[in-house]
C-alpha cells in the first residue's frame, strides 16, 4: 500500500554564491558567475514527494490540498520574490545553493507531516539541473 503522492510548485528567488570567510577572488573562482555580488534569480522548480500507506477510508495517502498548504505557508509563501541571502534568515549563515534549500525545504515540511510518512524533495535551478534531499 506504501505510495508516494508528489506536488510540484514554483518560485522566484534571488541568491549569490559565496562565502564571506573568502577573499572575492575565491568566491569568484569557485563559484564563478553564481557569487555575482549584484545577485541573480532563478525560476525555482520544487518537487515534493511523500510517501504513506494509502488510508484505507479515504483513498489517500495524504490530502494535496493539505500539502499545497503546508508548501506555501513554508517555503513557496518565505521564499517567492524574495533574496535569499538577505531575506531569509535560513540562509544568513548558509550558502543558498540548490543542494541547501532542498534541505532547508526538506527540514521545513518535515516538521509539518506525521513521523510515519516519508519525504523527499528534489529542487531544480534550470531545466537541466536538479538535486535531491534525502539522496
Ligand atoms: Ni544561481
Known sequence: MRTAVIRRV???AAHRLF??????????EVFGLCSN???HGHNYTLFVRVTG???PETG???DLKVLKDIISEEVTGPFDHSNLNLDRPEFANLNPTAENIA??????IRKRLPD???LQ???SETDNNFVEYPA
Open 60 to 62: 489517500y495517502v495524504l
Open 10 to 12: 514554483t518560485f522566484n
Open 53 to 55: 500507506d494509502i488510508d
Open 19 to 28: 562565502r564571506a570567510d573568502w577573499s572575492e577572488e575565491r568566491n569568484r
Open 116 to 118: 510515519h510518512m516519508d
Open 121 to 123: 524533495i528534489r529542487l
Open 37 to 39: 555580488p549584484n545577485y
Open 103 to 108: 534541505r532547508v525545504a526538506w527540514q521545513k
